[in-house]
């Protein structure tokens, strides 16, 4: 019976497919692949993260943002963790994490002068 079993065995094996060179090095690159494509992701989520932060950071009154739930208006006041918004007759206060892009930004005083400049020197 055993002699039988071992047989049958071999048979099975001898009748399997081979695997070609193709399959075996898809197997090998097909995992390495996936890895990369995973830090790839996970390098650009960071950074958008980033840019994110230091947005949040440089928030300012009279900047024009989005939030989240689609409200867009103007900064009022800054505090840490939220800003109050002014949207038609409305005020509102929402965290800062749900401001999602700023629209315009207020020019200060200094910039304006420099843009003002720029133009005359690129006359000269």
Request: aromatic content about 4%; overall charge positive; hydrophobic content about 40%.
């Amino acid at each position: 019976m055993t002699a039988s079993f071992s047989t049958v065995l071999l048979a099975a094996d001898a009748a399997a497919p081979q695997q070609s060179p193709t399959q075996n090095l898809w197997m090998m690159l097909g995992p390495a692949l996936l890895v990369f494509m995973f830090i790839f992701m996970m390098s650009s989520q960071r950074k958008r993260t980033r840019q994110q932060e230091e947005m949040l950071k440089t928030l300012k009154s009279g900047d024009k943002v989005s939030t989240t739930s689609g409200i867009i208006g103007t900064i009022v006041t800054v505090k840490d963790r939220s800003v109050s918004i002014r949207s038609e007759d409305s005020k509102l206060e929402v965290l800062k994490s749900s401001v999602t892009e700023v629209l315009e930004r207020k020019a200060d005083p200094a910039e304006a002068k420099e843009r003002k400049a720029e133009p005359a020197e690129a006359k000269s």
